[in-house]
């Protein structure tokens, strides 16, 4: 009995063993395989990245603009017109290559107009400027003509305004659809007026 045992033993012993082996041999193939793996996503990468390098470098150089004398910041664009913010807080109107058309005045009838410029929209016939430290959007028509203002005490060119649509350094101006949409940094919204400066709505940027 004690042989029929051992017998018994020796057996399951080289068993348990021969599945080890097994085991082993099955962790080397998986690794194996892995990194054979992980060369090809790297390769890929690699290739990825090339095709991007190497289409990035067939960018062509399209052409220089001279700048109009005093400008310092780029508005925005409109068509074949550039407008620059110049030193003296008034607004330069180029065309395609830096030849200047006309300016939007800082001053009307001694009415102050613009003194912090940061961004320009056209649309319908109308410049549309924003002005951080005035807190309002200026309108101008396309030849430079002052008309009217909005987005401070006065709600636009009819009626007063509150402090719901009031602007605290307006950012950014874009008009979609005849509705002028201003970016205010100070109340962190996006205040929507129309073609006129008659308040429309808010959008709150901030989380909820």
């Known amino acids: 009995m004690?042989?029929?045992c051992e017998a018994i033993d020796g057996k399951w012993m080289t068993d348990l063993l021969g599945l080890f082996k097994l085991m082993v041999c099955m962790m080397r193939m998986f690794t194996i395989v892995f990194s054979l793996l992980a060369v090809c996503v790297s390769l890929n990468i690699f290739a990825a990245e090339a095709t991007l390098a190497?289409?990035?470098?067939?960018a062509e150089f399209s052409k220089e603009v001279t700048l109009t004398r005093g400008a310092k910041k780029l508005l925005g664009s409109s068509a074949d017109q550039l407008f620059f913010a110049t030193k003296?807080?008034?607004v330069a109107v180029?065309?395609?290559a830096g030849k200047l058309s006309y300016s939007l005045p800082d001053k009307d009838s001694n009415e102050v107009t613009l003194k912090r410029p940061e961004s320009v929209a056209v649309a319908a016939g109308t410049v549309y400027v924003t002005d951080?430290?005035?807190n309002q959007i200026l309108m101008f028509s396309t030849e430079?003509?002052?008309i009217g203002r909005f987005g401070g005490k006065k709600g636009g060119l009819f009626g007063t305004g509150s402090s719901v649509h009031t602007l605290s350094n307006?950012?950014?101006?874009?008009?979609?659809e005849g509705v002028v949409h201003v970016l205010?940094?100070?109340s962190k919204r996006i205040l929507l007026f129309g073609n006129t400066g008659v308040f429309r709505g808010v959008l709150d940027l901030r989380p909820p």
Do not use: I, N, Q
């Not at 190497?54 to 067939?58: D, F, I, R």
């Not at 307006?170 to 979609?176: D, F, I, K, L, T």
């Open 2 to 4: 004690p042989r029929v």
């Open 170 to 176: 307006p950012r950014s101006v874009a008009v979609y």
């Open 132 to 134: 951080s430290e005035l």
């Open 88 to 90: 003296d807080a008034t």
């Open 94 to 96: 180029t065309d395609s």
């Open 54 to 58: 190497e289409g990035l470098s067939k």
């Open 184 to 186: 205010d940094g100070g």
């Open 144 to 146: 430079g003509k002052y």
